[in-house]
């Protein structure tokens, strides 16, 4: 599907007969306004720009105050950074798991097939957020809807990273420093709850509180850096480990399992990013479809590469025995591995900014939609969300049943169901048409996966099936 084609037809509603004039843009600046004669509809809209690199002059800088983007704003690969590590997240570490649910030729069609899949469909986005494009076409309903999802979605990814936190760094800490609990002040690293607590409180709350998001691209490299050296432990620690804990080579390249539904639930879970999309759109230096194209597909494409690495390489050595956490497979005492276990507890405090930057932003849009900045507002925002965050991460270590719920629900809904649906409401012609049938097909998709995935969910909640990831055990 066309970006253009459906930034054009959001600008020609027919129920209010709107008609889309381009205005002349300022010769360095990166937008181009849309003006409705309906007034119902009467919003502006970012177009195509020409690509330039100049600096923003005074027109530029009010328009990114009237479209509530950073005044700075940063560059495609700082986007670029923040977009990978927002896909490249806690979900990558399940994905050798969803072969061994789908089966390993299946598993590499679904990887392939969902990653096209969403990377299309972060191109419906012609509103400066996710919320006012559901808002535009939806109105209250959709602003509703469109909240709850996002915020569902980014919360339940910060409580999880938390508890991430504690389930990796003490256990490595230990495990190399096996009398650490007899050391001032440092023994805190070695107790789980101290763990979490410092690493939120003293790294990702501070990280949580910039208002610009384009600021978070030095964690975010560092971030993809970790999930670089989680890569590589696998890949050679993998065909090293003993016949005891390695799976049957006879399903090393099965065709199919009878898990498929639960498969795409955890692929699409490991790719969304459409709830912090906006957020870095907005954060471009000059925000425009195009700058955004590059970002898109640069980011998309080192995701399905690494994650096609890491699933490849950890399946076929643990087959059926592989769990949630590709980690958990592999001995407690072995040193690179242990290093892998620390860079992705290192990795998830650095995404726990991102998540917070949704939330602040779905709270402030929903209760204070064009309202200007204030900064009492977005310290009390962000000092909530974090220390609710931390205090549901200290009460329980097993948020694996709640966070596949919730965020599979959430992520199937914002992926493949929201998208296709506000194309075909804003869209010309009718919605029966053959050129729509890719977004039908999306939707339907969509909203299978979200029913089967999340009854699958429900059947685990109330069996209490016995064969849960060992990750989500372990609160010591």
């Not at 970006?3 to 037809?9: G, N, P, Q, T, V």
Request: charged share 15%.
């Amino acid at each position: 599907m066309s970006h253009s084609s459906f930034i054009h037809d959001y600008s020609q509603v027919e129920e209010g007969q709107c008609q889309a004039q381009v205005r002349p843009a300022p010769p360095s600046t990166a937008y181009a306004e849309f003006e409705f004669e309906d007034s119902a509809h009467h919003e502006p809209l970012l177009a195509h720009d020409s690509d330039q690199d100049s600096l923003l002059d005074e027109t530029d800088l009010e328009l990114k105050q009237q479209y509530k983007l950073p005044s700075e704003g940063g560059t495609i690969f700082s986007s670029f950074l923040n977009m990978a590590n927002s896909i490249i997240g806690a979900g990558i570490i399940g994905l050798p798991f969803a072969f061994k649910e789908a089966g390993f030729w299946t598993g590499i069609v679904l990887l392939i097939a969902l990653t096209v899949v969403v990377g299309g469909s972060i191109w419906l986005a012609g509103r400066s957020t996710y919320q006012d494009l559901m808002e535009f076409a939806f109105g209250r309903p959709g602003l509703v809807a469109i909240s709850i999802f996002q915020f569902a979605f980014a919360f339940g990814g910060m409580c999880a990273y938390c508890v991430i936190i504690g389930d990796t760094i003490p256990h490595v800490i230990r495990s190399l420093f096996p009398k650490i609990s007899q050391v001032p002040v440092i023994w805190i690293f070695g107790d789980r709850r101290m763990c979490i607590s410092f690493f939120t409180l003293f790294v990702s709350y501070p990280l949580s509180l910039y208002r610009d998001i384009s600021k978070l691209a030095k964690t975010s490299a560092l971030a993809l850096v970790a999930i670089i050296v989680i890569i590589v432990s696998v890949v050679i620690e993998g065909p090293q480990q003993s016949r005891e804990i390695r799976g049957s080579d006879d399903l090393m390249f099965n065709v199919i399992n009878d898990e498929v539904f639960q498969a795409i639930a955890v692929i699409s879970f490991a790719f969304v990013c459409h709830h912090n999309s906006f957020l870095i759109f907005g954060s471009l230096k000059q925000p425009s479809l195009n700058r955004f194209a590059t970002v898109t597909h640069w980011s998309m494409g080192i995701a399905f590469f690494t994650c096609f690495a890491l699933a490849v390489s950890g399946y076929l050595v643990f087959t059926d025995k592989t769990v949630g956490n590709i980690l958990n497979n592999f001995p407690s005492d072995n040193i690179l591995i242990n290093v892998a276990r620390l860079a992705f507890g290192l990795n998830m405090f650095t995404t726990i900014p991102l998540e917070a930057f949704v939330c602040r932003e779905v709270i402030e849009t929903f209760y204070w939609p064009g309202a200007k900045f204030d900064k009492m507002r977005h310290f009390s925002i962000t000092t909530i969300l974090v220390l609710i965050t931390l205090t549901i991460s200290l009460l329980t270590c097993n948020l694996g049943i709640v966070l596949e719920l919730t965020g599979g629900f959430s992520a199937t809904v914002l992926a493949f169901v929201l998208p296709p649906m506000c194309f075909l409401k804003l869209a010309t012609g009718s919605i029966w048409e053959r050129g729509k049938i890719p977004h039908w097909l999306c939707m339907i998709f969509g909203i299978i996966i979200m029913v089967l995935s999340t009854l699958y969910s429900l059947q685990k909640v109330f069996l209490s099936s016995s064969d849960t990831d060992p990750s989500t055990e372990t609160c010591n």
